[in-house]
């Protein structure tokens, strides 16, 4: 089974902080993926990896920014935290081989900006 | 138009009964299309791949209709631990990796 660990499941931080979530999947998966899911707009991509040290911008990638410097981890960091970005956080892995590959999801972070 | 547009429910079922949902993507060119799973407040989980020729999960049933661009989900004989959303999950165009995920159809089975 595929096993994808984020490294909390609650956090609060205060306005301003720098924040880092950080994932971990032991599926050898190429790809890694940080959402963020709100009430009525489903989950959003926020950056992308395809491989150690590269990346690429998702759909609402303001406001943050990524380390991939082994292909086990995938970091989101929140450079200064804001309201705005109290929500479900979601990291995801799939494998870079052939096509129909489906991600699998870590239990998810929920993060609360005061 | 969303890329990927679904009912958001919630469909309230009795135990026992059948119930489907549909969805509806905007680009022609996907070619790899999910369904999740999502409990509250809990994150997604991969239900079953949905196949050109439809295919068939125990009580769950997926098919695929190309030219009308839209994707169904059949569940037969509900039970009331199949209370949960149901995400349809199509790849971003120009891509096999990247997916875009639904808002999900809210299902309510009840005793």
């Known amino acids: 089974d595929v096993k994808v660990t984020q490294s909390s499941r609650y956090l609060v931080k205060r306005t301003g902080e720098k924040v880092f979530l950080e994932c971990v999947q032991d599926?050898?998966?190429?790809?890694m993926f940080w959402y963020r899911q709100d009430p009525g707009l489903g989950l959003r991509l926020i950056y992308f990896?395809?491989?150690?040290?590269?990346?690429e911008k998702g759909d609402i990638p303001e406001g943050y920014s990524v380390s991939r410097e082994k292909k086990e981890r995938f970091s989101l960091i929140l450079e200064s935290a804001s309201t705005n970005q109290t929500s479900m956080y979601l990291c995801?892995?799939?494998?870079?081989?052939?096509?129909?590959?489906?991600?699998?999801f870590g239990d998810g972070t929920r993060l609360s900006i005061l | 138009r969303k890329e990927v547009e679904q009912d958001p429910g919630p469909f309230n079922v009795p135990e026992g009964a059948t119930v489907a949902f549909n969805c509806t993507y905007s680009?022609?060119?996907?070619?790899?299309f999910f369904w999740y799973r999502q409990d509250c407040r809990k994150e997604p989980k991969l239900l079953m791949s949905?196949?050109?020729s439809g295919n068939e999960d125990g009580r769950f049933t997926a098919q695929l209709n190309r030219a009308s661009q839209y994707i169904s989900l059949l569940i037969r004989d509900s039970k009331l631990s199949d209370s949960a959303t149901y995400l349809c999950?199509?790849?971003?165009?120009?891509?096999?990796?990247?997916?875009?995920f639904g808002t999900g159809t809210r299902l309510q089975v009840t005793l």
């Open positions: 999950v199509v790849n971003k165009p120009g891509t096999a990796s990247k997916l875009t």
């Open positions: 680009n022609s060119a996907s070619q790899s």
């Open positions: 990896s395809y491989d150690v040290k590269m990346k």
């Open positions: 995801a892995s799939s494998s870079g081989q052939g096509n129909n590959q489906p991600q699998h």
């Open positions: 949905v196949y050109s």
């Open positions: 599926m050898d998966h190429e790809n």
